[in-house]
């Protein structure tokens, strides 16, 4: 890399650091704001905070980043601009791309470390964070967990196993259901085709109980439909929706081809899952059209241009965005489209920017 490279690239790198610094001190301080007065109520200790916070770094830096590469992007070209320095490299014969090369293989690069984070790191820092919530805030003793396609839940004596949740019809699939006494030994297992949430209550449908208590080995009774206390609720179910930004793409993979296979719709998954690959790239996509934006702008615009101009093309991406991935969580368009389709119609955009621009 040349020394004109190196100067470009610094210049990127310090203001994508400004950047980064700044809106994840913001995201921190209103987290604060929320989080500390409801730790201080629970009697939460200040490791119990200062580990949730830690943990939320990574969710902080994923939420944040895109919107950072696109306005370091900006200001470090409106800069380089309002100093004379692109026309000087202009007049000594160097091209725009090469001026643009340094600043695009950092935002392919911030890309890649985004697509790590949202992998392998974030969905284990939220884990961590969903426990601290739960268990100091919350105060939560029995909750689902999601791990190898299936569902656990743990609550007083009873641990059940599903290996589906349908969020439209609230319902379970292949659900197992252990009673304990003392000694965590079991006292009866009831396998069912189903359990449906309704009315307040779950019902188990063409269930199987097994009562080991009688002598010499068990009894088994059939129901069509049997009644059961459950203290799980369906909002703890749909945790896998609502909080999909912060599980692996692999993870919505296996649960929406279960889905599938057991006969359900996965418009929903499917689109989460198309998009933890889209949304790190959506980086690289605002390096591609923040250059040939920062160009066609006056030497006179500096700074305040930048600023105004990344607020503009990041609201415009976030609101194209969101409404592609409802289209294709409902099905309307397909998942694939419905997560790649902002980035792709930003970069036609940074294309049609960059053929107007002189070289």
């Known amino acids: 890399m040349g020394i004109l490279s190196r100067y470009i690239a610094r210049t990127w790198a310090r203001l994508m650091l400004l950047c980064l610094s700044g809106f994840i001190s913001v995201y921190l ?3 604060l704001i929320e989080k500390v007065p409801r730790f201080i109520r629970s009697g939460g200790t200040a490791g119990d905070m200062l580990l949730y916070f830690i943990c939320k770094l ?10 950072s590469t696109l306005m ?32 695009l293989a950092l935002g392919l690069v911030a890309s890649l470390l985004l697509l790590v984070n949202a992998e392998l790191v974030l969905p284990k820092s939220y884990e961590l964070t969903e426990q601290i919530d739960k268990r100091v805030i919350k105060k939560q003793a029995g909750r689902a967990v999601f791990k190898r396609n299936n569902i656990w839940f743990r609550s007083d004596t009873q641990i059940l196993q599903a290996q589906l949740f349908d969020p439209v019809t609230s319902t379970l699939s292949g659900v197992v259901i252990w009673s304990l006494g003392a000694a965590m030994s079991p006292l009866s297992r009831t396998d069912a085709e189903a359990a449906r949430f309704a009315d ?18 068990y009894n088994s009774r059939s129901s069509a439909s049997l009644g059961i206390d459950l203290k799980l609720k369906v909002e703890d179910l749909r945790i896998l929706d609502s909080d999909a930004d912060n599980m692996s793409f692999m993870t919505l993979k296996s649960y929406a081809d279960n889905l599938k296979s057991g006969g359900y719709q996965a418009y929903r998954y499917l689109t989460l899952m198309h998009s933890k690959l889209a949304a790190p790239f959506a980086a690289l996509i605002m390096v591609l059209l923040g250059i040939p934006f920062a160009l066609r702008s006056s030497r006179s615009g500096g700074i305040a241009l930048g600023i105004g101009a990344s607020v503009a093309i990041g609201f415009a991406y976030f609101v194209v965005n969101a409404v592609l991935l409802s289209y294709g969580r409902s099905g309307a368009f397909p998942p694939l489209l419905a997560a790649w389709g902002a980035n792709g119609i930003f970069l036609v955009c940074g294309i049609w920017l960059a053929r107007e621009i002189k070289n």
């Open 72 to 103: 370091a992007t900006l200001l470090a070209l409106g800069m380089l601009s309002r100093d004379s320095e692109i026309v000087a490299m202009r007049s000594c014969g160097v091209s725009l791309p090469r001026i643009a090369m340094p600043m």
């Open 29 to 31: 301080v209103i987290d």
């Open 58 to 67: 990574p969710e902080m830096l994923g939420r944040t980043a895109t919107f």
């Open 200 to 217: 307040g209550r779950w019902t188990l449908l063409n269930a199987v109980t097994k009562d080991f208590a009688a002598v010499g080995g």
